[in-house]
Each structure stands twice: as structure tokens, then as C-alpha cells.
């Protein structure tokens, strides 16, 4: 079965902390994403990586950098949290292709404090 | 702005009814749909992927079609269970750009009593 691990389910931090969201998959996916849920606004892309070292900007990048040194591993960075930033956090992976079903991890409910 | 339509926004049935539910998304350029089940406390899960104008899938007691003409897709439960209780997400992907990105729906929420 395909395992996405994010390193946290809750976590709290202070305004204008740096704050880095882990996230691990095991199947060897192209593909990874971070994804923020926020109620009544759906699942929305910040960021998209399809290979080590590259990223693409989702619909809401602002406030957010991303790293991929390693083909498992896909880190979402708030360079400066404010409280806005306060939200569910998913990560997902998914072999290449639009025909490839992404494969989610449990998320990580972030409070800014 | 691609904007992926959910209707209802929630639903509540009772056990043993059967029930449907509606995405819409952009008609041009299409390139796949996917449907994915959310339970509260877990993850979302993939139910189907959906490439082809008249394609069905089916899963159980769960199926969807697609019409990529006309822009909608219909997931249906035939004899719902407390345990289909959960967000239904569909999110659309289009062949502008060559991007995998998924653009979700805001989902509909179901909610099935016992």
C-alpha cells in the first residue's frame, strides 16, 4: 500500500516563526504536492514538485516555499508564519500522468498563534 | 479561472436510499476527472479517474459517469450506509499547459443516518 507520512498531526506555532511541514512517501512517485483546506473553500495547491529540485506554484503560493533535495521527501516552508496561515495541511503523491490518482497523507493541522 | 462545481454543498439520507450528486467543471480542454472520498480523520482516498466522454465506473455501490461534452460528472450510491458518511471531492484536470495540477470542488458532504 502506498504510504504518504506528514511528520505532524497538530502542531502550534507563533507568529512570525519559521515553520517546516515534512512529508514522506514510499512508492517512489514523480509527483508530490501541498495542499491547504480551509472550510468552505475546497482543497487548494500551493505548491507542485514533479522531480527532484523542481516545483511549480499552485493557486496560492504567497508565504510559502517548498524543497525537494530527495525524490521521497517534500517539505512545505512558512518563511514568516502569520495567523492566516492557520490550517489543514495535506500532502499527496502520485506517479506522472493526469490518469494517476494521488495517494494522501493524514495532514497536519497547523495553528499560528 | 477554471472553477470546479459541487451540488449539493451537503446532503443527509437515510440508510438503504440511494443518492447522487453532481460535479461540473469546464468543458474545453479536458483531460481527466477524478472523484476521491474524504472520511473525517483520514485521508482522502481515490474512488475513480475518469478520462473518456461516456465513461462509467463502478465500485461497489458506488458509480459515476461523465459527460466531458456537456461538462458534468454524476457519482451515485446505491443503497447508502452510515459508513458512506464522508466529503465527496471531485477535481478536474485540463490540457492547457501540460500541468497535472487537479483543481478540486469544494465538495458535498454526506452525511447517512442509521
Redesign the interface.
Known amino acids: 500500500d502506498v504510504k504518504?507520512t506528514q511528520s505532524s498531526r497538530y502542531l502550534v506555532k507563533r507568529t512570525g516563526e519559521k515553520v517546516f511541514l515534512e512529508c514522506v512517501q514510499d512508492m517512489d512517485h514523480e509527483?508530490m504536492?501541498w495542499?491547504r483546506q480551509d472550510p468552505?473553500?475546497?482543497?487548494?495547491?500551493i505548491y507542485?514538485s514533479?522531480d527532484v529540485k523542481m516545483k511549480?506554484k499552485?493557486d496560492i503560493p504567497e508565504g510559502y516555499s517548498v524543497s525537494r533535495e530527495k525524490k521521497e521527501r517534500f517539505s512545505l516552508i512558512l518563511e514568516s508564519a502569520s495567523t492566516n496561515q492557520t490550517s489543514m495541511y495535506?500532502c499527496?503523491s502520485n506517479h506522472?500522468?493526469?490518469?494517476?490518482?494521488?495517494?494522501?497523507?493524514?495532514?497536519t493541522r497547523l495553528s499560528i498563534l | 479561472i477554471l472553477n470546479v462545481e459541487q451540488s449539493p454543498q451537503s446532503l443527509h439520507v437515510q440508510e438503504g436510499d440511494s443518492t447522487n450528486f453532481t460535479c461540473s467543471f469546464p468543458s474545453s480542454n479536458f483531460y481527466a476527472l477524478h472523484w476521491y472520498r474524504w472520511e473525517t480523520a483520514k485521508s482522502p482516498e481515490a474512488l475513480f479517474v475518469m478520462t473518456l466522454n461516456g465513461d462509467e465506473k463502478k465500485k461497489g455501490r458506488i458509480s459515476a459517469t461523465l459527460n466531458t461534452k456537456e461538462g458534468y460528472s454524476y457519482l451515485y450510491i446505491k443503497g447508502s450506509q452510515p459508513e458512506d458518511s464522508a466529503t465527496y471531492l471531485c477535481a478536474f484536470i485540463h490540457s492547457r499547459g501540460g500541468s497535472e495540477k487537479l483543481v478540486f470542488g469544494k465538495g458535498t458532504k454526506l452525511t447517512v443516518n442509521p
Open positions: 504518504v509527483n504536492f495542499y468552505g473553500l475546497g482543497l487548494r495547491l507542485f514533479y511549480e499552485g495535506l499527496a506522472a500522468g493526469p490518469r494517476q490518482p494521488q495517494h494522501f497523507g493524514d495532514g
